[in-house]
């Protein structure tokens, strides 16, 4: 069968080398579904040889991805869940933290993916000059309408932003998007005032629940997470572009234990009775699931084994 029918009807295809060192050897670790909306295709998912980075390739070329990415990808009408709350008020929490050491009156942020802009909101009421950035044309009209935040709606390669004129810029569980990550950060470095702080976040490939699951773990995400990164490849492509890790610690990334279970658990019952189960017992059973896998999750990240990395990065104050 061919690479482009595999990977679904009409999808343009490209096969990188790899995103971190370059080198064109890799060896294919399994091949991946789209288990979360359940898009036909095949994607297989490699190591590189020389430097360990794990990469989709083939993968869907850039104008194909869009496809992949529903309008539906950010719930729009309603009032922002408690997860997403959380989410948010945990970034805000690193960043109040990071500033206690700084002398800055009203640092200025740029959060690369914001989404609906929930994180920004609650950073501008907290007193920063916020920005965002977003692909999603939807995601940007509500965070210019409800919260009457700077949006760019496009990529951050596109981006018209001056250089070196953040104090701060996140980017929450947005590099495995990117089709060229090293770019990307390079580009970060760029806007990043000298000493400045990139905080990231991205899901673990060498986490315990990354090895159980394998091709089945829910941060897979394929085809929408393009490379996966260890603490040791994460260092390396912050370094690459320019920046100094500071600190990169394992969190719990509950959900993707979570969704993982789930995503068998469907299978399963779908096989058992012919149908999937239904909205209410999904969310019941994720509930149940999601207090069981919270201890569990934390204590994983405690021993350094954190189903998701945050890095803390500085831009070097002398070039
Ligand atoms: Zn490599």
Same mark, same amino acid.
């Given at each position: 069968?061919?690479?482009?029918?595999?990977?679904?009807?009409?999808?343009?295809?490209?096969?990188?080398?790899?995103?971190? !060192?370059?080198?064109?050897?890799?060896?294919?670790?399994?091949?991946?579904?789209?288990?979360?909306?359940?898009?036909?295709?095949?994607?297989?998912?490699?190591? !590189?040889?020389? !430097?360990?980075?794990?990469?989709?390739?083939?993968?869907?070329?850039?104008?194909?991805?869009?496809?992949?990415?529903?309008?539906?990808?950010?719930?729009?009408?309603?009032?922002?869940?408690?997860?997403?709350?959380?989410?948010?008020?945990?970034?805000?929490?690193?960043?109040?933290?990071?500033?206690?050491?700084?002398?800055?009156?009203?640092?200025?942020?740029?959060?690369?993916? !914001?989404?609906?802009?929930?994180?920004?909101?609650?950073?501008?009421?907290?007193?920063?000059?916020?920005?965002?950035?977003?692909?999603?044309?939807?995601?940007?009209?509500?965070?210019?309408?409800?919260?009457?935040?700077?949006?760019?709606?496009?990529?951050?390669?596109?981006?018209?932003?001056?250089?070196?004129?953040?104090?701060?810029?996140?980017?929450?569980?947005?590099?495995?998007?990117?089709?060229?990550?090293?770019?990307?950060?390079?580009?970060?470095?760029?806007?990043?005032?000298?000493?400045?702080?990139?905080?990231?976040?991205?899901?673990?490939?060498?986490?315990?629940?990354?090895?159980?699951?394998?091709?089945?773990?829910?941060?897979?995400?394929?085809?929408?997470?393009?490379?996966?990164?260890?603490?040791?490849?994460?260092?390396?492509?912050?370094?690459?572009?320019?920046?100094?890790?500071?600190?990169?610690?394992?969190?719990?990334?509950?959900?993707?234990?979570?969704?993982?279970?789930?995503?068998?658990?469907?299978?399963?019952?779908?096989?058992?009775?012919?149908?999937?189960?239904?909205?209410?017992?999904?969310?019941?059973?994720?509930?149940?699931?999601?207090?069981?896998?919270?201890?569990?999750?934390?204590?994983?990240?405690?021993?350094?084994?954190?189903?998701?990395?945050?890095?803390?990065?500085?831009?070097?104050?002398?070039?």
């Amino acid at each position: 069968m061919v690479v482009e029918e595999r990977m679904g009807q009409a999808a343009s295809v490209e096969s990188p080398d790899c995103l971190l !060192c370059g080198s064109s050897s890799a060896r294919t670790l399994f091949i991946a579904r789209d288990r979360l909306l359940g898009r036909p295709g095949e994607f297989p998912v490699v190591r !590189c040889t020389s !430097c360990g980075l794990v990469f989709l390739r083939p993968r869907p070329s850039p104008s194909a991805l869009g496809s992949f990415y529903p309008d539906t990808y950010y719930p729009l009408d309603q009032q922002p869940s408690r997860e997403a709350f959380a989410v948010a008020e945990g970034l805000l929490a690193r960043i109040t933290e990071w500033r206690r050491g700084q002398r800055l009156e009203t640092p200025s942020i740029l959060d690369i993916g !914001c989404g609906t802009g929930l994180f920004l909101h609650l950073a501008h009421e907290a007193g920063l000059r916020v920005r965002g950035i977003e692909l999603s044309e939807s995601a940007v009209a509500y965070a210019r309408a409800n919260y009457g935040l700077d949006v760019h709606h496009g990529t951050l390669e596109n981006a018209d932003l001056p250089e070196e004129s953040f104090d701060i810029i996140t980017m929450w569980h947005v590099l495995e998007h990117l089709p060229s990550p090293v770019e990307a950060l390079r580009r970060v470095a760029r806007l990043l005032r000298p000493g400045g702080l990139l905080l990231l976040g991205v899901p673990n490939i060498g986490s315990i629940e990354a090895r159980i699951f394998g091709r089945r773990w829910f941060s897979l995400d394929a085809p929408r997470h393009l490379s996966h990164f260890t603490p040791r490849t994460l260092a390396a492509a912050l370094i690459a572009a320019g920046l100094i890790p500071r600190r990169i610690i394992h969190s719990p990334g509950t959900a993707g234990l979570v969704y993982s279970v789930m995503g068998d658990l469907t299978g399963v019952m779908l096989k058992a009775r012919g149908r999937p189960l239904s909205d209410s017992t999904y969310h019941r059973a994720a509930n149940v699931l999601h207090c069981i896998a919270r201890p569990l999750c934390a204590g994983a990240a405690r021993i350094g084994q954190g189903g998701a990395l945050e890095a803390y990065a500085i831009k070097p104050k002398v070039r």
